[in-house]
DNA sequence: TTACAAAGGCGAAACGTTTCGCTCTGTTTA
DNA sequence: TAAACAGAGCGAAACGTTTCGCCTTTGTAA
């Protein structure tokens, strides 16, 4: 049915290597070239990448895992992430982990087996056995958000720990002693948010009271019921600070449901932009993860470790955190001494 | 590298055919199974799919094209039809248009020079134009959400009419007749519910002033900004029909920051469950759409028209409507004679 | 004991590319 | 003027499967 390289063969009069050359963007001459793209629009020619594949052992797919495709976090990578392969004639292949450890360790075997050239992962597993049958296989793997302890493995992510510790010192210096947090142990981006905020109350001799510390879920579940017991307290917190995107949400929307009033009665941090941020009102102190730039360094890391272990070359493992920047609001205010 | 079926053949002594055979399920003598079983296990062997592609001219993939990745809905669905398409076999490549026509175009080309074997579209483009390369080239296509007027398309979405008519009777039902509309007319399915809207409040004889009626984006911002100016109104209406999850997610964090409490002094219904339903206080009113059951039918009519056209039948075209469910909750108050 | 059918196995061709090593032609260099 | 060389083209093999038509074996019924 549809038209092969052997039909442009027959209508030329050239040889298949000449052909393929030319498909390839080697030297042909400006006369063969013409009859080759005329024959090519006659008859509708399109490349089979399935032969190509075939013979290049390349698929020019990249096989996508991701520990949630209906998170928001997740979406907004993906969409730069597909953004970028595509550029550079890759296809993305998503998987959806669902945030279960052994779908994802099928996810993997799926990909392999459709001969992907290489992975980018949000893990949900904090170990790398998972990714065992990748390496046996010398496919490269690229984490994103969530490093895994392994040399075998490159991790584009972001400083949490240090975003989170410019968070605690931006509500101390604003006077805040009562300082709570809303976050999650639960995933490592969490646990080095959590840290970090607790390295600098140490540094800075803020005591915490166990009622301040909320964790559980990344969920706007967790943030909604997180604020209200913390509104509710005898003796509420003057400050908040909110571990990602849903906590956020959910926090936010406790607070405005509430007598509580910010920046006026408490006042608020955020991890993560995302939407909300040119929306709530007053405006939102957030630290804001450049998802763009953690993306399209993934894929061109990929990409070139691809290339390198083609040419027989060592795969670059590094592990990149980009830094996070703080956004100021109208979210804070001052503590009076009182307080 | 990697071992082939050749190295199998080697082993067993058996024919390639055999392998095969046994590789797709054919009768093997029970001694021969074993032996290419432990052969594989050995070996470590796994089927190239490249070249079973090749000969058998099916990739086992199919293009999802979505209108914009980082979307809740479009999450959700895709977490659906990646769950069904794997669990026949099928591998999903996706590709966001950004709500961009034109690149929604590009991605059609791209992904059949990929070969997919059919594609599942959420479309952005309200004309089939450009779909014309994938019927020219004969892969089926199924649309979802949003249907197109082509007899070549089957398309599975959702009665958006009758829902938001049932939404307005509802509210009329409990008195209202000062209702406003926050919404979109600018992709289809705002329109369907839009005029669903429109015909009950025609048909009970309400009156809709232009102040009620406001139709911009599905956005947070949209949502938000209409409800305040609703809520600013000299006479705000008494009750208010949100258009999508981030209108209603816009217009509740409105109502939450004002002097206005729901049901008390206003009454809400929306469109779309997904994250909010079991958490908003008090509870909405919700449409809430079977986001698995859209997903699966689509997947199971793509994967059954590319059997049908294999075949040499003809594929399905049909459109259906899967009706919405309206779940109560504590967001609609009666109105007194009065107002 | 023969005949026959069914089951299982086999060799070879096919799928549509890319690539290796060779040849030919014409041009530059010493 | 001969040697060296670059540019372009070619034929054939290779990639790893599936599948078609045919052959062999085995078991069963006549």
Redesign the pocket.
Known sequence: ??????DIKERT????????????G????P???EKIKEAIVELN????E???S????QSKTIGVVVFDIANVFAGILLRHIGEKLRASGYAAMFCDSMNDPGLEKENIRFLLNKKVDGLLVIPVEETSDFLEPAFNENVPVVLMDRSIKDPRLACIKVDNHAASEEAIRILSDYGHRKIAIIGSTLIPTGRERFEGCIKVLRERRIEIPEEYVKLGQHSIEHGYRSMQELLALPEPPTAVFMGNFEIILGAVMAVNESSFEYPRDISLIGFDDLLISNLSNPRLWLAVQPMQEMAWKAADLLISNIRLIREGQDPVRSEIKLPVKIIPGSSIAHVSENK
């Open positions: 049915m549809a038209a092969t390289i052997r009069g050239l040889s298949l290597a000449t052909i393929s050359k030319y498909l390839n080697g030297n042909v001459l006369e063969n070239r020619y399109q490349v089979n399935m032969a190509r075939l013979v290049t052992s």
